[in-house]
């Protein structure tokens, strides 16, 4: 009873420790997220890594986080870590996974693969953070109405994640984990060399904080329009002539079995969506769906 108590007693006195340590962080000023609400939630924690393996880096530097930027159409776009260096702009897409990761830069999903029992692996697919990213920067970009400012792209997955097979071809991109982050930006600053200014860089940064303390109506609205167009893209993709011109019910015209959506483990079409039967492997019947 005795160690198990000491124990408890040195598990507390860490947690404050740690806590403290949290809440004199800029992550914790600006987002003001509860120790708690950020150790347990995966998102938030994976970006307070990012700020975490970043703070050290030499040179004059702010951060933004968690920025909702006004797109055309009325709805935002959610960046999750923005670095303000004298090298440039740095837009940090935060994907605190596990797993096998596979996928290439035009492919619009990509491949999470975990491992299960008897040593099969479950396969999870989920949208080209690539892609997502280049819209991030598509309107960074026009809300700060300067073509010229140098901004770079940066996928940052967890140390608990392999990336497998990655393939990247226009260079404007970088894919790591979260323990490479630190040398890869370094890196591109070497590169890059000094780019603003530290007039320029607070001038950015009062522009673009305000866009980190939307209230959380507005939050919520954000969700609902990404919840909303991720259900029509799975509708325009799945119930497409070629998907669906057997009848309404969605059936094999082979077995007569259901139609389900699946995606493409391998091969020239990996990651894409097809129809297949769900009475597989017994009918192997298939109906490859647009990716338009």
Request: one cysteine or more; glycine letters at 6%.
């Amino acid at each position: 009873m005795g160690i198990f108590l000491l124990a408890v007693l040195i598990g507390v006195a860490l947690h404050v420790v740690r806590k403290k340590r949290y809440e004199k962080t800029e992550y914790y000023r600006q987002t003001k997220y509860p120790y708690g609400s950020v150790r347990f939630n995966k998102g938030r924690l994976g970006e307070f890594y990012i700020y975490k393996y970043l703070k050290s880096l030499a040179g004059y530097k702010r951060y933004l986080f968690n920025l909702y930027v006004p797109k055309n159409d009325g709805e935002t776009t959610e960046l999750d870590v923005v670095l303000l260096h004298e090298s440039g702009i740095y837009v940090f897409e935060s994907k605190n996974y596990s797993g096998w990761i596979f996928g290439t830069e035009s492919q619009q999903y990509w491949t999470q693969s975990l491992p299960t029992r008897r040593g099969k692996s479950q396969k999870n697919h989920f949208y080209n953070p690539i892609m997502q990213n280049k819209g991030h920067l598509k309107w960074l970009q026009t809300f700060l109405a300067d073509q010229t400012l140098p901004l770079y792209s940066y996928i940052v997955f967890s140390n608990r994640c392999t990336l497998k097979n990655i393939t990247l071809t226009s260079g404007k991109h970088c894919v790591v984990n979260r323990y490479n982050l630190f040398s890869a930006v370094e890196k591109n600053i070497a590169k890059a060399g000094i780019q603003l200014s530290s007039d320029k860089i607070d001038e950015l940064f009062e522009k673009l904080y305000p866009l980190t303390q939307i209230n959380e109506a507005e939050k919520i609205v954000h969700i609902r329009n990404i919840q909303q167009r991720t259900q029509d893209n799975f509708s325009r993709n799945t119930f497409s002539p070629a998907a669906t011109r057997n009848v309404e019910k969605r059936q094999c015209p082979r077995c007569g079995g259901q139609l389900v959506m699946r995606f493409a483990s391998r091969g020239k079409r990996q990651g894409k969506r097809f129809l297949g039967c769900s009475n597989y492997p017994r009918c192997r019947y298939i109906e490859n769906l647009s990716d338009e």
